[in-house]
């Protein structure tokens, strides 16, 4: 199968893989977009996963002030190498979990994270099993791995504070 290269780049554009990604998967899916996109995805997990276990100890640190200036959240979003950190992919990652804590107050980062015997709802406590407030089909574990398959590094999320005017603690 020939791949045109506008196919090829409308498949780079929504997912931000390779090249030569894009071409072999549109051919591995005989030229269906869709399947190619689900080819895509399943590489990008595959990818996260081997990635997983690498040292992430460069990084910045993101905050997120709400209009109004009544909420604040900050982030330490950590990676492999300082040069991926000043990439525009990760630092609107970073942002975007900023934006996500102070939205959604997690109180974990993971299911890790939960107390052994806590009846703790994960969906709501924790950061990566909730929703993404920008897209409600994704969850931000889903938004996190495709900013790994982006930048090609293993990416935490370090730590995290939300903080309220007036909230107690």
């Known amino acids: 199968m020939n791949s045109t290269t506008d196919t090829i780049k409308a498949l780079r554009e929504q997912t931000g893989a ?7 998967a549109l ?10 996109l689900h080819i895509l995805k399943q590489r990008s997990l595959f990818l996260a996963e081997k990635k997983a276990k690498r040292s992430a100890t460069q990084g910045i640190v993101e905050c997120y002030i709400h209009t109004g200036g009544r909420i604040g959240a900050m982030v330490e979003l950590n990676c492999e ?3 991926v950190a000043r990439t525009d992919e ?3 990652l970073a942002h975007d979990l900023a934006m996500q804590i102070a939205a959604q107050s997690p109180r974990f980062t993971s299911r890790d994270d939960i107390p052994q015997g806590s009846d703790v709802d994960a969906v709501t406590a924790c950061l990566l099993c909730q929703p993404f407030i920008k897209d409600l089909g994704r969850t931000v574990q889903d938004m996190v791995t495709d900013t790994i398959a982006k930048v090609g590094e293993n990416i935490k999320v370090g730590r995290f504070a939300r903080f309220e005017v007036g909230e107690e603690r």
């Open 81 to 83: 190498t300082d040069f």
């Open 90 to 92: 990760f630092k609107a």
């Open 27 to 36: 051919i591995e899916a005989s030229g269906d977009i869709e399947n190619a």
């Open 18 to 24: 390779g090249i030569m990604d894009c071409r072999n």
